[in-house]
Every structure is written in C-alpha cells, then in structure tokens.
Nanobody, 121 residues
Framework: EVQLVESGGGLVQPGGSHRLSCAAS????????MSWVRQAPGKGLEWVSA????????NYAESVKGRFTISRDNAANTLYLQMNSLKPEDTALYYC??????????????WGKGTLVTVSS
C-alpha cells in the first residue's frame, strides 16, 4: 500500500525558515507528481504547491509564492518543502499527497498523516 510519511514539523519564529520532508514508499515515486496541502486550525484544506514527476515543473499558491520552494529527490523517494520568511498565518498541518499521474494537473489520490508547523514568537 502507498505510504507517505511527513516529517520536520515544529515551532518556528516569524521570519524564520524550515524544511519539511515526505518519505514515499510502496510505489514508483519517480512516476508521479506530488503536492503539499495544508490545513490551518479551524479552516479548510489549502493547496500549497505541486511538482511534476521529473521535478522540473512546479506550481505554487499565491499565498506562498516567492517564499516556499518544493523539490524532490527521486533517488531517495523523498519530497521536500523549503519554507522561508514564515508568517503566523503559515501555521498549519502540512500534508504531502500523490497525484494520479506524472503532471500536477492530476487529482490527488493518496495522502500522508501530516506534520504540524507552528509559526509563533
């Protein structure tokens, strides 16, 4: 069964940087686009970013564009999210999700359990 395990969450000061990881297993990671999605306390899901299977095409929500960078290491079966200039409104549970194909316009079909990022002084 597809496994997606996020890690790297924690408490970060406003203006700080942090990196999340998502370890993928039980599927051919390099054949699928991936995404990060977040859910702030008391709010709905918000798509954050996506990357195609080769790692050469990326897309970002306007709320994080210029501050967050999505990347992947297909040899290590790992997805990353580098977050810079963090704001309190970035506080959320961050999920990684697999897309159903190589490009990020496919729907998401598997999700991890999430890792919590709290931005606070």
């Amino acid at each position: 069964e597809v496994q997606l395990v996020e890690s790297g969450g924690g408490l970060v000061q406003p203006g700080g940087s942090h990196r999340l990881s998502c370890a993928a297993s039980e599927f051919t990671f390099s054949s699928y686009a991936m995404s990060w999605v977040r859910q702030a306390p008391g709010k709905g899901l918000e798509w954050v970013s996506a990357i195609n299977s080769a790692g050469v095409g990326t897309n970002y929500a306007e709320s994080v564009k210029g501050r967050f960078t999505i990347s992947r290491d297909n040899a290590a079966n790992t997805l990353y999210l580098q977050m810079n200039s963090l704001k309190p409104e970035d506080t959320a549970l961050y999920y990684c999700a697999r897309r159903r194909g190589r490009d990020y316009y496919y729907a998401m079909d598997y999700w991890g359990k999430g890792t919590l990022v709290t931005v606070s002084s």
